[in-house]
């Protein structure tokens, strides 16, 4: 499966940006899908991810009651809503689709997409 991420920005603290990754090539239905950021000089990380159906998802402690995961089978893509963003917010943002089911661990995922840069700044 071939994802493109979008929608990464410049945006002052406390405020809201909504990433997109549109999914190809395979059925997206059958993909749990999970979103994973990498801030400057630091390892990758998990911050959320969503099963195929929706209905599942679950959150890093670091995002969780700021961020919402959520899918529309019908067009292929699944979104990230950042709200109450932070400066250590600030990373690279990752799609990414595991060849099983839904999953917190990078090592999981085997499909990955190219990263939008989202940085949190005034």
């Known amino acids: 499966v071939q994802l493109q991420a979008s929608g990464g920005g410049l945006v002052q603290p406390g405020g809201s940006l909504r990433l997109s990754c549109a999914a190809s090539?395979?059925?997206?239905?059958?993909?749990?899908m999970g979103w994973f950021r990498q801030p400057p000089g630091k390892e990758r990380e998990f911050v959320a991810t969503?099963?195929?159906?929706?209905?599942?998802?679950r959150y890093a402690d670091s995002v969780k009651g700021r961020f919402i995961v959520s899918r529309d089978n019908a067009k292929n893509t699944v979104y990230l809503q950042m709200n109450s963003l932070k400066p250590e917010d600030t990373a690279v943002y990752y799609c990414?689709?595991?060849?099983?089911?839904?999953?917190?661990?990078?090592?999981?995922?085997?499909?990955w997409g190219q990263g939008t840069q989202v940085t949190v700044s005034s």
């Open positions: 990414a689709a595991p060849t099983r089911g839904i999953s917190t661990m990078t090592s999981a995922y085997d499909y």
């Open positions: 090539g395979r059925t997206f239905s059958n993909y749990a």
């Open positions: 969503i099963s195929m159906s929706g209905v599942v998802t």
